[in-house]
């Protein structure tokens, strides 16, 4: 046989085993990453706009609160009698079981800023766990926070015996008292350690399936 040819087949099987090799090797590289059970991911991550809101302790917090570690946040207010304790106490366990590091963390953002003061604030979120972050602001930069995830939230209230829808980002009617009614979402949002909103858990959710996806996700 012609030692050309001879030369030229070996290079062609060389080259396909080659070839082979690394598809068989990047296959393995994009099936490295366990599936996520209940997160609910975004296609393409969101990247957090800047803001400025007042942290439980009185600090100001920008988006630097959110970068270094992965945040799991959740829109709520003090006065809620059902879903917020029940939430915050799971967020509280998962934190625990977690480690309470600070490579994850929790983000309590109040809606209800007229009732929800600095103080009323730390002492809510510090009673399910020393590790959750309170956020509070004024009712427009809460709503486009809020608006930025797709947390919907509302008021009503009832004056002067009318039922009374307030939206979010409008300040509470200075008549309105302290008996009224907070509408908002129930969702865990998540935000990676580069600043991004990548997805959420949708209710019901237990604290074995965030702890589930969270060990996968910050493992990756």
Known sequence: MN?????LAVYAVAITASLGLGVMLSAQQFSAAPPLDFVQQLPVPKTLPEFSLE???GKIADVNVFRGHWSLV????TTCPDFCPLELQKLGKLLNLMGAGDDLQVVFVSVDPERDEQEKLANYVGFFHSQIIGLRGDNSALAAFAQFFGAAYDRSVIIE?????VPAGIDMPTNAGDQYVVNHSTRVFVVNPDGEFIGSFAPPYEVGDMLSDMQKLMSR
């Open 3 to 7: 030692p050309r040819r001879v030369w």
């Open 55 to 57: 942290r439980h302790n």
């Open 74 to 77: 959740f829109f709520g207010f």
């Open 161 to 165: 015996s009318k039922l009374l829808s």
